[in-house]
């Protein structure tokens, strides 16, 4: 009685599963189109050109790649859209940053460099950033 040799778990649908990793595989195509209604989305309410594209560089082939912009696409539009909500936001936004672009790492990071903001995402679900995460990190960065 002194040791347990066996745990079974019955019944148990999620377990082990992420919702992180809940986003499904979209095509570069979708993301680009999605890029760009968040552009223009973007572009009316903070009255400024600012762009909105992927970095350079992102591989069609790699579902892993494509899947993790795909949750940073939804991602920085619930962080953008709440940012723009504040003044203080908005106005940050409009005289620092002139264009966003998102990649992918191996680790999440958010930058602000001459005008551009990148957002980089981390290939595996369990290093992607919350909502609350990026929020902080960005309202830091800018």
Same mark, same amino acid.
């Given at each position: 009685m002194g040791t347990i040799e066996t745990v079974t778990v019955h019944d148990v649908a999620s377990f082990g599963e992420l919702k992180r990793d809940a986003v499904p595989v979209p095509s570069l195509l979708e993301l680009r189109r999605q890029l760009g209604a968040l552009e223009s989305r973007f572009r009316a309410v903070t009255e400024s050109p600012l762009t909105l594209a992927l970095a350079p560089g992102v591989?069609?082939? @790699? !579902?892993?790649?494509?899947r993790a912009l795909g949750f940073l696409v939804a991602r920085v539009h619930e962080v953008l859209e709440s940012l723009q909500k504040d003044d203080i936001g908005r106005t940050a936004l409009r005289e620092k940053v002139?264009?966003? +672009?998102?990649?992918?790492?191996?680790? !999440?990071?958010?930058t602000v460099s001459s005008g551009t903001?990148?957002?980089?995402?981390?290939?595996?679900?369990? @290093?992607? +950033?919350?909502?609350?995460?990026?929020? +902080?990190?960005? +309202?830091a960065a800018l």
């Open positions: 591989n069609p082939a @790699s !579902a892993e790649e494509l002139k264009r966003i +672009q998102l990649r992918t790492d191996l680790h !999440a990071a958010v903001l990148e957002l980089v995402a981390g290939l595996r679900p369990v @290093s992607w +950033q919350t909502r609350e995460e990026l929020e +902080q990190t960005l +309202q």
